[in-house]
Each structure stands twice: as C-alpha cells, then as structure tokens.
C-alpha cells in the first residue's frame, strides 16, 4: 500500500489494526500518525517480528480486509 494511501485511510483503519494486534496502545497508534514505517517499527518492538514480517503481515491483513 503506497504511503499516501495508508495517511489518507489511517482513521479508519485503527480500530482494525488494534483487532489484529491487541498488543498495540492508544497511545501507540497515536504516535504511529498513519506512518507504515512507525507501525512496521512498534510490531517489531511488541512482537518480535523481524522487518520484513511486518510489512508483509501488515500487506496481507490489508489485502485481506479490502483496504486498498
């Protein structure tokens, strides 16, 4: 998902993204602002994913939900 894309449609998304990862905060996905980076960051902090885990775990819940 392109950058822009993910700002534009990150309100919306952070209900979804809090079911997918309980592990995440308020407070986390505040600081996160709709930055892929941030969140590729914060999984791999919370959960030990390495950085290419994360992103395609984040590509794959997006695609799965139909958020594009």
């Not at 914060?42 to 794959?60: C, D, P, V």
């Amino acid at each position: 998902m392109n950058q822009d894309v993910f700002e534009g449609k990150w309100k919306e998304m952070r209900g979804q993204i809090k079911e997918w990862w309980g592990k995440l905060t308020d407070d986390d996905l505040e600081q996160v602002g709709g930055k892929v980076d941030q969140l590729i960051g914060l999984l791999q902090q919370k959960y030990g994913y390495t950085k290419e885990h994360a992103a395609e775990e984040i590509n794959r819940r997006l695609e799965a939900a139909k958020i594009e």
